[in-house]
C-alpha cells in the first residue's frame, strides 16, 4: 500500500517497505525489503515533529452508561483535533489502549471505529498494542491495522513488534523508531529478540541514526527513577510495570534506544534518565479513562532534531497550553484522591 499525503509535505507511507517518490527528478532508492519495517519520507527538514495519544479507551462504560461513554468519547475527538491542530505533527504515535477490551466480542468493531477515527485527522498513524485493546482475532486485527488509511502499522510479521523509520527525501534515515507489543505482561522475551534482532538488521544498512521506542506498559526503571529522586514531573500513581523485571532497559540501551515513550498510568506524567536512556510518560488522552481530576487529559509532543540527535518534550493540552516540569519539580499526589 502507497499513500499520497498532503500535510506538511509528507510524501509518502509505505507498509511495506517498497517507497514512492512524488517528486520525479529525485532519484529514488531501492532499499531492502524489512517485512516489519515502515517508512515515511519526509520533506528535508531539521526537526520532526511526534504527538504522542495514549489511553483514549474508547467506549469504556458504553454497556452500563452509554450516554456518558458516547460524551466522553466525543470529548475526546475535539480534544485530538484541537492538539493536532496546535502540534502541527509529521506522525502520531498512539500508544495502546485505544478502546476498551472485547465486551460481547465487539472489540474489532470498536478498533474500526478507532482506526475510522486516525483515518480522519489526516496525519501517518503509529499504534502499539495496550492491554485494554482486546479482540477476538489479532491476525485479523493486524491486517486491518497495516491497510488503514495513513497507517504507518508494521506489525503483522512479529506480532506487533515494528520499526517506523524517517527518511528525507534523498534517503536520509533521519529516526528509527522502535514500536513494541508490550500485550498485557510488558515487554516480553518476543518483542526483547525483536528489540535485539531488528538493530542488528538496520545496523547493517546504515550508521545508527536517532533511535527511539514506543509501548504501552511502564518498563522498571520508571519507577526506579522516580525512587531515586532523578525523574522530574508528576506521579499520581505507583508504577504499574505488570511483569516487567527490569531486563529490557540494557537491550534497549544496547540497541542504540536513547528515549522511550509509554503511557497505561493515567496520572502519572513524569521522565527520568537511567543507562543512558530516557524515560518519558505520555499524557494520557482519553476522557474515558480514569484521572481527568488529577492530570488533565492532553498528549505529548516531541521534536526532534535528528542531526543533533536531540528531543525536546512537552505536554501539550487541547487549549494549545503546554507544561513541562522546572528542573526540581517533583509532584506526588498518590496520597490525594
Ligand atoms: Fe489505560
Ligand atoms: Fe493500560
Not at 534482532?197 to 522516580?226: C, N, S
Not at 530516557?278 to 526532534?304: F, Q
Request: with cysteine; net charge neutral.
Amino acid at each position: 500500500m502507497v499513500q499520497n499525503i498532503s500535510r506538511r509535505g509528507f510524501l509518502s507511507v509505505s507498509t511495506t517497505g517498497v517507497m514512492a517518490a512524488a517528486v520525479a527528478d529525485i532519484p529514488t532508492p531501492t532499499p531492502q525489503k524489512i517485512p516489519w519495517e515502515t517508512r515515511l519520507i519526509i520533506s528535508n527538514r531539521a526537526e520532526l515533529r511526534m504527538l504522542q495519544f495514549t489511553d483514549i479507551h474508547f467506549f469504556n462504560g458504553a454497556t452500563r452508561r452509554p450516554e456518558r461513554e458516547k460524551q466522553k468519547r466525543n470529548q475526546t475527538l475535539d480534544d485530538a483535533r484541537r492538539l493536532i491542530d496546535h502540534a502541527k505533527p509529521d506522525v502520531l504515535l498512539i500508544t495502546g489502549d485505544v478502546w476498551h477490551d472485547n465486551p460481547d466480542g465487539r472489540g474489532a468493531e470498536f478498533m474500526n471505529y478507532a482506526i475510522e477515527q486516525f483515518a480522519s485527522w489526516g496525519v501517518p498513524w503509529a499504534f502499539t498494542w495496550g492491554n485494554h485493546d482486546q479482540l477476538d482475532d489479532y491476525k485479523a486485527a493486524h491486517k486491518v491495522l497495516a491497510e488503514a488509511k495513513h497507517s504507518l502499522y508494521g506489525g503483522i510479521e512479529k506480532d506487533g513488534n515494528y520499526v517506523v523509520t524517517f527518511e528525507n527525501r534523498d534517503g536520509t534515515c533521519l529516526a528509527e523508531i522502535f514500536c513494541l507489543n508490550t500485550r498485557d505482561t510488558g515487554i516480553d522475551k518476543m518483542a526483547q529478540q525483536f528489540i535485539h534482532e531488528a538493530a542488528v538488521t538496520l545496523d547493517t544498512r546504515h550508521k545508527r541514526p536517532m533511535r527511539l521506542g514506543a509501548f504501552h506498559i511502564p518498563i522498571k526503571q520508571y519507577k526506579d527513577v522516580w525512587d531515586n529522586d532523578t525523574a522530574r514531573g508528576i506521579i499520581g500513581e505507583n508504577v504499574c510495570m505488570e511483569k516487567e523485571d527490569g531486563t529490557s532497559l540494557p537491550i534497549l540501551a544496547a540497541a542504540g534506544i536513547q528515549a522511550v515513550f509509554c503511557g497505561h498510568d493515567h496520572v502519572n506524567d513524569y521522565a527520568g534518565s537511567m543507562e543512558g536512556v530516557d524515560l518519558i510518560y505520555g499524557r494520557t488522552t482519553g476522557h474515558n479513562g480514569y484521572g481527568t481530576s488529577k492530570v488533565p487529559k492532553g498528549a505529548k509532543l516531541y521534536t526532534l532534531d535528528p542531526a543533533l540527535k536531540t528531543l525536546e518534550w512537552v505536554s501539550l493540552l487541547p487549549d494549545g497550553t503546554t507544561w513541562k516540569p522546572g528542573t526540581n519539580e517533583r509532584k506526588d499526589t498518590r496520597r490525594s484522591s
